[in-house]
């Protein structure tokens, strides 16, 4: 079985571990601080640079570039936007670091600013996590009292404020312009890129970066074993660690930290999450948050892929596939925001869709028209074939909107809102073409409505 | 004259044609300029760019460089250099013209998303064009046409939304309609400066609303309804009273002030149904004030004067003409003009003040500008009584200097133009004193105390000019004919001075401005018909050591 490398979580449901200040400077918290705040800025970039980390967001967007696209000669102050909006379907990691271990997340954060010389760091988290933001309230207090936030922390002349904005429940929020306007206290509409790229015109269009809660954290970290220690755990340009949160269908759901690339889907659903649920049998599987392209049981995936400088070939079952950025890009889906959602041979895909059409439609911010629109059809569709009127033809219907949605709008919503459909439909095609005959032959004598 | 700034010009290449561009210009006025149509519905010239409904969007490609040594990548079946085109289309409206820039509008990727954003736009929309008013001048149902797929994949219930919401008075929202483009919200926000307008709601299910407690009231909401590219904001006055496709248009001039906003007349059957305004990206961009959209009724009042009279006894126009001509030759007259006349009149006026050696005047109206449209001048035309020499200074809002004339008993007989003298300070008194000639559209009290009365057109009724606060002269035309009994206002002037003994002017526009040309410095070299339709700037140097009341508004600032 394989073995965890708890980096991030190793003090996530420790017994007597508590979120307050005392227990992280115990655990030896806030030294990776005090060293990093006598060492050059340009240093720490170049640490998390050679660490090769990538955004835990979603896009997995290469953490040390972002911060290099910075514009730093604007004049203007630089912002960092930490985006606590864990809102995708099946991700409940950053959650655990708000709740278990704050402080954490606000080292990275002070190391984060103090590298890109940020005097002001919004953590905006959302709506639905009321007790996570009154404990960053409190552990920023904390912080701040033991001069480790605020002006001039740690005795040196770099100060930082670090303030705390609860979301108003939209999925939208996560999307880091969407973010940044609401931040602003605006609708959360995502701009548009170009001209509107944080790096450049972000919040209050000053030069933003824009980090997820897991991705500081790992900040941390590399700041304290240095870059390059750091570029050895995983595998070559899927480096560190990943936490995995697996529901569904398995036995033991949980989250899992592993090292990138360590551990393949087959280990991670059979050995550490034991399988599936006694007569049952897997047959789907989301790999990073419900927008993630589905996979099924059962598929193989060939070709050439690159590792280091080589291209060599491969042939994977389902079970074979590395969890890794590369790979599961590969397979053609992604691994996203690290949700694994794990479903079994009870789940007809139709309704399996339907349920997430219906979250995208409601979280569609309306802004552009094929995303508000086709969001809509979508769950209009399948909501009517579930509720008795499914036409062979719908399935065929629904990839065609998608396919109008992917691609052409503003933000990735529309990706988000299209690759659930066109990959349910492109690889369960049979189970929407048949679904009106398969639901009168479960029960024949259901009454039907007119 | 001082040349404009010439623009940087870059070369850009749209389906295949090179076309030279000033830099900075994004792709949907780019492909204008080489005469092709890119679809499109938030975008909007004069409003910040959105990018929202996508309808924009095209295939773009840059010239393959080697990164490595910089030079051109050629393609060898072209023996061109190489396209790189993007994979994913991108919109029109938010991509600037760069040197080499490569677009498609016609490629099979571009036909697929402009048949895709339209399936979407309509498939929630009601499709109640047959008693929509925007049907015939509405994006949706052209585009539809030209860009959609002629069908409907859409089975599902349609969203269900507030048909008639009240925005403001003059604005009525059908929301089913919209879709969503925000060129409202941006409106009032950017140019109205009065950010009343937002969404409410999410996804499909979004809603146009006010800010709790808020009113869309600005004096410029109506242009909303002008920008709405479908039918969902409609003007209350208009709605439901006539099919677009019915209406004549002509271009006139907004007379609220000296602004002169562009405007278009839209009339059927001598009735006119509403104004619009017309672009002129020197004077009003594409707006104009709502005050300005309601002159019309004046048209149509019932204090409308419609039949000559003298000492109250209805009468011809040639007899009344005679009347004045009589009182006119017995001397000691003076002439009032006006700042709403039009140029044609003014040089008329003084024509006639000319010939019966009378002193001229004109009424000012100064009120308070509003910064974008409408001037701290409310009269339309004063710079024109200044080319023509009608007046030498600017005029005040009183007639105090004819006032004491009277009193004095030095004026026997007034020359009224459209101005009510009682309003202008004159007493009753006063008045009863001399003889009144009134020539005016509307009853008021200088029209009971006149001796003769000849009924005049309103702007919309005759041709003409006015020179506006830029000393911009710009055109109207005659968009309804007057009521009968009613004359042009300078053939009547023309026989007045006729009638008092007067060189007899010209009575048509034509000969009367070979006249004007050959008398007036300033427009020696023009023609009525050959004014621009957006108007030709005038010297206005000689006159520019008056103190004059505008302010800042659009395209307009004072002189120092």
């Known amino acids: ?450 | 004259m001082i040349a404009p700034p010439q623009p940087e010009l870059i070369t850009v290449n749209i389906d295949g044609r090179p076309i030279a561009v000033p830099k900075g210009t994004n792709v949907i006025e780019a492909a204008k300029l080489a005469g092709v149509d890119v679809p499109h519905y938030c975008y909007h010239p004069k409003l910040s760019i959105v990018g929202n409904c996508r309808m924009c969007l095209v295939e773009m490609g840059m010239p393959a460089v080697d990164p490595a040594t910089k030079t051109p990548v050629m393609d060898p079946a072209t023996g061109k250099q190489k396209i790189n085109w993007m994979p994913r289309p991108t919109i029109g409206c938010a991509t600037n013209a760069s040197p080499g820039l490569h677009i498609r509008t016609t490629s099979p990727m571009v036909k697929e998303c402009r048949e895709g954003v339209m399936e979407f736009l309509l498939i929630n929309h009601p499709l109640d064009c047959p008693i929509c008013d925007q049907a015939g001048e509405c994006k949706l149902q052209e585009q539809a046409t030209g860009y959609g797929r002629g069908y409907s994949r859409f089975i599902e219930d349609k969203n269900v939304k507030p048909k008639r919401t009240q925005l403001g008075s003059r604005v009525t929202l059908d929301d089913e309609r919209c879709i969503l483009c925000s060129r409202c919200i941006r409106f009032c926000k950017e140019v109205a400066k009065d950010d009343v307008l937002g969404f409410t709601d999410r996804g499909s299910h979004s809603t146009l609303t006010c800010y709790p407690g808020k009113k869309l009231e600005n004096n410029y909401s109506l242009n909303t309804v002008d920008i709405c590219p479908v039918g969902a904001l409609t003007s209350t006055d208009f709605r439901f009273k006539m099919r677009v496709w019915f209406l004549k248009q002509t271009d006139s001039i907004d007379a609220e002030s000296s602004v002169g906003a562009n405007t278009v007349v839209w009339s059927r059957e001598g009735v006119i149904y509403r104004i619009t305004p017309r672009q002129n990206d020197a004077v009003n961009d594409t707006w104009m004030a709502d005050s300005g959209r309601i002159l019309y009724q004046a048209v149509r009042s019932p204090e409308r004067l419609a039949e000559p009279t003298v000492d109250g006894v209805a009468s011809t126009p040639d007899m009344a003409v005679n009347a004045a001509g009589k009182l006119l030759v017995a001397g000691a007259t003076a002439v009032v003009g006006s700042g709403r006349s039009s140029v044609e009149e003014q040089f008329l006026t003084k024509r006639l003040a000319d010939a019966v050696g009378a002193s001229a005047h004109l009424v000012g109206r100064v009120g308070e500008g509003d910064r974008l449209l409408i001037s701290a001048d409310r009269n339309p035309n004063v710079r024109g009584a200044l080319v023509v020499g009608l007046i030498k200074e600017l005029p005040p809002a009183r007639l105090d200097g004819l006032a004491a004339a009277i009193d004095a008993g030095q004026v026997k007989t007034v020359v009224s133009v459209g101005e009510d003298l009682a309003a202008a300070g004159l007493t009753a008194a006063q008045l009863a004193k001399v003889s009144v000639i009134f020539l005016g559209t509307h009853r008021n009290a200088t029209s009971a105390a006149a001796r003769v009365v000849l009924p005049g057109l309103t702007v919309f009724e005759k041709n003409g000019s006015f020179v506006n606060q830029q000393f911009r002269i710009q055109r109207f035309a005659a968009a309804v004919p007057g009521p009968a009994g009613a004359t042009d206002d300078f053939q009547l002037l023309a026989k007045l001075t006729a009638a008092a003994g007067g060189a007899a002017p010209a009575a048509d526009l034509r000969s009367l401005w070979s006249l004007m040309a050959a008398a007036v410095p300033a427009l020696v070299t023009l023609r009525h018909h050959t004014i621009p339709d957006t108007g030709l700037l005038l010297d206005g140097t000689p006159w520019a050591g008056l103190a004059f009341a505008e302010r800042e508004t659009l395209h307009y600032q004072p002189a120092k």
């Open chain 1, 1 to 450: 079985m394989p073995e965890q490398r708890r980096l991030i979580f190793q003090h996530i449901d420790e017994p007597g571990y508590s979120n307050d200040l005392a227990c992280y400077l115990r655990s030896g918290g806030y030294e990776t601080l005090k060293k990093a705040v006598a060492r050059k800025p340009e240093e720490l970039i170049d640490e998390v640079k050679k660490s090769g980390l990538r955004g835990r967001g979603g896009a997995g967007f290469p953490c040390g570039v972002k911060w290099t696209l910075l514009d730093r000669k604007s004049g203007k102050p630089i912002y960092l936007v930490v985006n606590a909006d864990e809102s995708e379907p099946g991700t409940f990691k950053d959650r655990y670091i708000i709740h278990q271990d704050p402080h954490q997340m606000i080292e990275g954060i002070m190391i984060t600013c103090f590298a890109n010389n940020v005097k002001q760091a919004y953590i905006y988290i959302r709506g639905e996590f009321p007790e996570g933001a009154r404990i960053l309230e409190r552990a920023i207090a904390e912080a701040r009292a033991a001069n480790l936030v605020g002006p001039g922390i740690l005795g040196t002349a770099y100060g930082c404020e670090i303030y705390v904005h609860r979301g108003a429940g939209a999925y939208i929020c996560g999307e880091e312009t969407g973010l940044i306007e609401s931040l602003e206290g605006k609708r959360p509409y995502p701009r548009i890129k170009p001209p509107y790229f944080p790096a450049v015109l972000g919040l209050y269009q000053c030069p933003t970066i824009v980090n997820n809660v897991e991705t500081l954290c790992h900040v941390k970290h590399i700041v304290a074993m240095g870059g390059e220690a750091y570029a050895k755990i995983g595998t070559p340009n899927n480096t560190g660690t990943r936490i995995l949160c697996v529901s569904g269908h398995v036995q033991r759901p949980g989250y899992y930290e592993f090292e990138v690339g360590k551990v393949t889907l087959g280990q991670l659903l059979h050995e550490v999450c034991g399988g599936p649920r006694p007569g049952r049998k897997f047959k789907a599987v989301i790999p990073g948050g419900s927008s993630a392209k589905v996979l099924k049981f059962g598929e193989r995936y060939k070709g050439k892929r690159k590792v280091g400088v080589e291209m060599v070939d491969y042939d994977w079952g389902l079970e074979d596939v590395p969890m890794d950025f590369d790979s599961l890009a590969l397979i053609g889906s992604m691994g996203g925001s690290g949700g694994v959602i794990v479903m079994d041979d009870s789940v007809n895909m139709v309704e399996a869709l339907a349920n997430i059409n219906a979250f995208y439609a409601h979280e569609s911010c309306g802004q552009c028209t094929p995303c508000r629109e086709g969001s809509l059809w979508m769950k209009k569709i399948t909501g009517r074939m579930v509720h008795g009127d499914a036409r062979p033809e719908d399935g065929a219907l629904l990839k065609s909107v998608a396919d109008q949605i992917a691609g052409r709008t503003i933000c990735a919503f529309g990706e988000a809102c299209a690759w659930p459909t066109q990959s349910f439909v492109q690889k369960f095609g049979d189970e929407f073409k048949g679904y009106a005959a398969a639901k009168k032959a479960a029960a024949p004598d259901a009454i039907e409505l007119v």
